[in-house]
Each structure stands twice: as C-alpha cells, then as structure tokens.
C-alpha cells in the first residue's frame, strides 16, 4: 500500500519559518510529479506548490510565490516544501499529493497525505 507521510507542520509566529516534508513509501514516486495542497477551516482546498518528477519544472501558487519553494530529493523518496516569512492566512492542514503528471489541480493528483497542520500566529 502506498502511504505518503507528511511531517514538519506546527505553530510559528508570523515571519517566522517552517520546513514541511513528505516521504512516500515506495520507490515508484521517484518518477512522479509531487504537489502540496492546503485547507483552512471552513474553506475549500487550494493548490500551493508543486514539482516534476525531476525537479526541473516547479509551479507555484501566486499567494505563496517568493516564500515558499518545493523540492526533492529522489534518494530519500521526499519532497519539501520550505516556507519563510509566514502570514496567518497561511493557517491550514498541508497535504502532499502524488501523480504521474505535473499539475495545479486536486483533482489530479491520485494518491494523498493525512495532513499536517501549520498554524501561524499574529
């Protein structure tokens, strides 16, 4: 069973730093695109970041381009999302996702984190 495992999330001031990573249980993503997805409380899911397979292509969100960046590492099976300088709105459950395809969209992605929660306070 492929499991992706988020980690990293937790409670930072505003302009603060976080460094989320997700880890996948199989050799097999190597050769997949990896996005990162949030949601709020009460709010819809929404694309923040996302790679290629080879990290030559990165895609990003306007909201969170200039403070966030994704990257991987193949060797370890992970793909990282560092963000800086960190708003409360960007308060939410961060989720990893997996496809064969590069993509802004959720619906594409077909295999999926359980979430970590980032939580900026003001």
């Known amino acids: 069973q492929v499991q992706l495992v988020e980690s990293g999330g937790g409670l930072v001031q505003a302009g603060g730093s976080l460094r989320l990573s997700c880890e996948v249980s199989t050799r097999t993503f190597s050769s997949y695109a990896r996005g990162w997805f949030r949601q709020a409380p009460g709010k819809e899911r929404e694309f923040v970041a996302a790679?290629?397979?080879?990290?030559?292509?990165?895609i990003y969100a306007d909201s969170v381009k200039g403070r966030f960046t994704i990257s991987r590492d193949n060797a370890k099976n992970t793909v990282y999302l560092e963000m800086n300088n960190l708003k409360p709105e960007d308060t939410a459950v961060y989720y990893c996702?997996?496809?064969?395809?590069?993509?802004?969209?959720?619906?594409?992605?077909?295999?999926w984190g359980q979430g970590t929660q980032v939580t900026v306070s003001s």
């Open positions: 996702a997996a496809d064969p395809l590069l993509g802004d969209s959720g619906s594409e992605y077909a295999y």
């Open positions: 790679i290629s397979w080879s990290g030559g292509s990165k």
